[in-house]
């Protein structure tokens, strides 16, 4: 089996940043707004380097979000910056109306998505937002696992026509995938190999997944990872050809199962290929305080779990 | 610059295309529609400097964002009659699969519509980033938006309004429909709003009134004022005085018609105020 390893640990905002930084050096048409999170978001640099395309909307993000749909007219692709929560709920009829609707070129960029954001509790961790956004006509939504991937993720969106949105992170997560990849939207990553169970994950969950698939093949269970990174639109191929040789799925996100990745899937399966499914994400709850990895352990989002899904739908088959 | 005679004719067309575009389909909001018609018809036809055809970018050009998008008839009338799409078209209006949904929409790609708007309160943010964009791209032309007062009780307005002094957005020129009406009211029932002047100025703006808001001689003059306080540092306000209905007098001074269409009769009467200058649809 192939196996994974990390030499260290970044946070996927970082990637973000990184992302932006070499946007704002590449393509003149990016620019870049931010409701007060310049800091969290990882921006500093872009804004150093090209004040004229930064604009710092101050705690608004109403006008932020209009603010982005009105610089497309005139040809700039707008990157807006805040946490998850400000990105979707707070606005989610200004993207609604004049960005999916209205058609226009913004990437909205949300970073501390779902429990990892922590010890600020639940009125900072949206675990909605992925349905919220894959509701929206039109809109592409990707949730990336690690820092390199969402570098990349960021510099990719630039050149897609239409409204975007890339969810991400705060806590510093293994890096495990490589730094020169070639991020293409709506493409899943097969990660392993497997016979037995399909273990399809996106985010910070992805690395877990891998985590599980240790632990499975030690107890002679072959699970075939998939990183979904784009949860819309959906690489339904990937998926099906998968369960077609493994019978069984178990998909895992960091965010509410009604409304995320795992019912997506679920909608493919029942439509082409009825397949046993088991879910992790959140059960339709409201998040907490605590440690990254206490919530996590808590809500049941971490390879333990997975390993635990994983052999229970095996039995389903 | 088109003579007077024209623009008032073409005013007077304009009217009959909402009354007869609401009449049609039974619904629609003419009570707006008419109090901005003298508005729309001087900006599309004198004010704004405009470019042939229809580009989203609108780079080199002057740009018009309608906020309050349920006067959609008087906007759609008046881009119609200014090239921008055939005035046959105004006969969809509010039809299944046409190019004029209720509410003004890029998504079926109507010329002349750069955004969405309907769900109140958010095109002073949207003209604000055009603007923004226009500095970046080093062209000098102006920002029009329009807005309803009562739309004003949406909060992202005044995010928008502190944002533009605070980034010293000079290029736009926003002018507020002052009918004093809303749906289900007065604004003065409905929630009074205090001084609109001295709000806009508390929050940084040059503020201009119309007192007569449906004078086109009025209106010509206080938007050359206007534009002539355009790029010295600070957004500039219209407070346009109109009444709504206006041009058909049993929908004047009442918020009764904000979003009600005339019957058979009404219709008659109203066309009977209004006789065809240019040519109906």
């Not at chain 1, 979904?228 to 178990?250: F, M, Q, W």
């Not at chain 2, 007065?186 to 449906?214: R, Y």
């Amino acid at each position: 089996m192939k196996t994974y390893t990390y030499t260290e640990k970044k946070d996927t905002r970082s990637g973000f940043g990184a992302g932006l930084t070499e946007l704002g050096r590449t393509n003149r048409n990016v620019v870049a707004l931010c409701a007060d999170l310049v800091g969290s978001l990882k921006m500093d640099q872009f804004i150093e380097e090209n004040p004229d395309r930064f604009f710092q909307v101050g705690i608004a993000e109403a006008n932020m979000m209009g603010l982005a749909a009105g610089l497309t007219i005139g040809g700039k692709i707008p990157f807006t910056g805040t946490f998850a929560n400000f990105s979707t709920g707070r606005v989610y009829d200004q993207i609604r109306q004049c960005i999916a609707y209205s058609g226009k070129n913004v990437k909205i960029c949300a970073s501390h998505a779902g429990l990892t954001l922590g010890e600020d509790g639940a009125t900072h961790q949206i675990l909605e937002d992925i349905g919220l956004m894959k509701m929206l006509p039109g809109m592409t939504v990707i949730n990336t696992c690690d820092y390199n991937q969402t570098k990349a993720a960021t510099i990719a969106i630039a050149d897609h026509q239409g409204p975007v949105y890339l969810r991400f992170g705060r806590p510093a997560v293994p890096v495990f995938t490589p730094a020169d990849q070639n991020f293409q939207i709506g493409k899943a990553i097969k990660l392993t190999e497997g016979k037995d169970v399909t273990i399809v994950a996106t985010g910070h969950l992805v690395w877990e997944a891998l985590e599980a698939s240790k632990v499975l093949f030690e107890r002679g269970i072959s699970a075939e990872v998939i990183n979904i990174h784009t949860i819309k639109p959906l690489d339904e191929k990937a998926i099906l050809e998968s369960v077609s040789k493994t019978g069984c799925i178990v998909t895992a996100e960091e965010h509410n199962i009604i409304g995320g990745l795992g019912e997506s899937v679920a909608r493919v399966l029942s439509l082409h290929r009825p397949t046993p499914q088991e879910f992790i994400g959140t059960n339709d709850i409201f998040g907490e305080s605590g440690t990254p990895a206490q919530l996590m352990e808590k809500y049941g989002l971490n390879s333990v779990s997975i390993i635990s899904k994983a052999e229970s739908v095996i039995k389903r088959k | 610059m088109p003579s007077t005679q024209h623009l008032n004719d073409l005013t007077i067309q304009v009217r009959r295309d909402i009354l007869r575009m609401v009449h049609k389909v039974n619904s629609g909001h003419p009570g707006g529609s008419l109090g901005c018609t003298e508005f729309l018809v001087a900006l599309y036809n004198v004010i704004m400097t405009r470019k042939e055809g229809f580009n989203m970018d609108g780079i080199g050009e002057d740009l018009f964002f309608l906020s309050n998008g349920h006067i959609s008839p008087a906007f759609y009338s008046v881009l119609a009659r200014a090239g921008y799409f055939p005035i046959e078209e105004l006969n969809t209006f509010r039809l299944i699969n046409s190019r004029l949904q209720g509410h003004p929409t890029t998504h079926e790609g109507l010329p002349g519509v750069r955004i969405a708007s309907g769900s109140l309160g958010q095109g002073m943010s949207v003209a604000l980033g055009a603007a923004q964009a226009k500095k970046l791209n080093n062209d000098h032309h102006i920002i029009y938006s329009l807005h309803g007062d009562g739309e004003l009780q949406e909060g992202q307005n005044w995010e928008a309004i502190m944002y533009a002094s605070a980034k010293k957005v000079d290029n736009i020129i926003a002018t507020v429909d002052l009918n004093g009406q809303q749906i289900d009211g007065s604004t003065d029932t409905v929630l009074p709003m205090g001084s609109i002047k001295e709000k806009f100025e508390a929050f940084g703006w040059i503020v201009f009134e119309i007192e007569e808001g449906n004078n086109m001689v009025a209106i010509l003059k206080g938007m050359s004022e206007a534009k002539s306080k355009t790029g010295q540092g600070k957004p500039v306000c219209v407070l346009l005085k109109t009444v709504m209905g206006n041009g058909v007098d049993f929908m004047m001074h009442t918020h009764a018609w904000h979003g009600k269409a005339p019957n058979d009769e009404q219709l008659a009467i109203g066309l009977a105020q209004n006789p065809e200058t240019l040519g109906d649809y």
